[in-house]
């Protein structure tokens, strides 16, 4: 559903609408803090440094200005928290969804306006995960994603209405 085929035409990606992109965030904060307590069960010192390394890597991509690779450091911290969950239909349902939103929603859209907080989240995520504190974590887990939901939702709106004003 991420291509279309037109004869003769070529191939195109489908343009994704605001009620997808809002069952697509719901479902994210749906199944991402539930994964958490299974995160946090299966911790050990090796998950905790693939976690620490992936936030790193986020934090890194953060100064580094590029867009593209903060979006791949971002999904990367999330996925890192979600396969430490070992809830392999959950990682494989919140893998699909990345895809979904980023290979078909784009970047420029995700982060059309930027996201301080992130970095912040991000870490404070982290280290309510190595202090095993569920409550905190799933707290600024959904805070983290209910923000991110909305600038997606605010960034096709905008894009939308710039389609409209070009149109007429």
């Given at each position: 559903?991420?291509?279309?085929?037109?004869?003769?035409?070529?191939?195109?990606?489908?343009?994704?609408?605001?009620?997808?992109?809002d069952e697509a965030?719901?479902?994210?904060?749906?199944l991402?803090?539930k994964?958490?307590?299974?995160?946090?069960?299966?911790?050990?010192t090796?998950?905790?440094?693939k976690?620490?390394?992936?936030?790193?890597?986020?934090?890194?991509?953060?100064?580094d200005?590029s867009?593209r690779?903060?979006?791949v450091?971002?999904?990367?911290?999330?996925?890192?928290?979600?396969e430490?969950?070992?809830?392999?239909l959950?990682i494989?349902?919140?893998k699909?969804?990345?895809?979904f939103?980023?290979l078909?929603?784009?970047?420029?859209l995700i982060?059309?306006?930027?996201l301080?907080?992130s970095?912040?989240?991000h870490?404070a995520?982290?280290?309510?995960?190595?202090?095993?504190?569920?409550?905190t974590?799933?707290m600024?887990l959904?805070?983290h994603i209910?923000?991110?939901?909305?600038n997606?939702?605010?960034?096709?709106?905008e894009?939308?209405m710039?389609?409209?004003?070009?149109?007429?």
């Amino acid at each position: 559903g991420l291509v279309r085929h037109e004869q003769n035409k070529g191939f195109f990606i489908e343009m994704v609408t605001p009620q997808e992109i809002d069952e697509a965030y719901n479902l994210r904060i749906t199944l991402e803090p539930k994964m958490l307590a299974h995160t946090i069960h299966f911790l050990d010192t090796q998950g905790e440094r693939k976690l620490k390394a992936a936030l790193d890597e986020y934090l890194d991509a953060c100064q580094d200005g590029s867009l593209r690779l903060k979006l791949v450091k971002d999904i990367h911290f999330h996925m890192a928290l979600a396969e430490l969950s070992r809830q392999n239909l959950s990682i494989g349902i919140l893998k699909h969804l990345f895809d979904f939103l980023y290979l078909r929603f784009g970047q420029e859209l995700i982060f059309s306006r930027p996201l301080e907080n992130s970095a912040r989240a991000h870490t404070a995520i982290f280290n309510a995960v190595e202090s095993r504190d569920i409550d905190t974590a799933t707290m600024v887990l959904k805070k983290h994603i209910e923000e991110i939901h909305k600038n997606a939702l605010d960034g096709i709106e905008e894009r939308l209405m710039e389609v409209e004003a070009i149109i007429f």
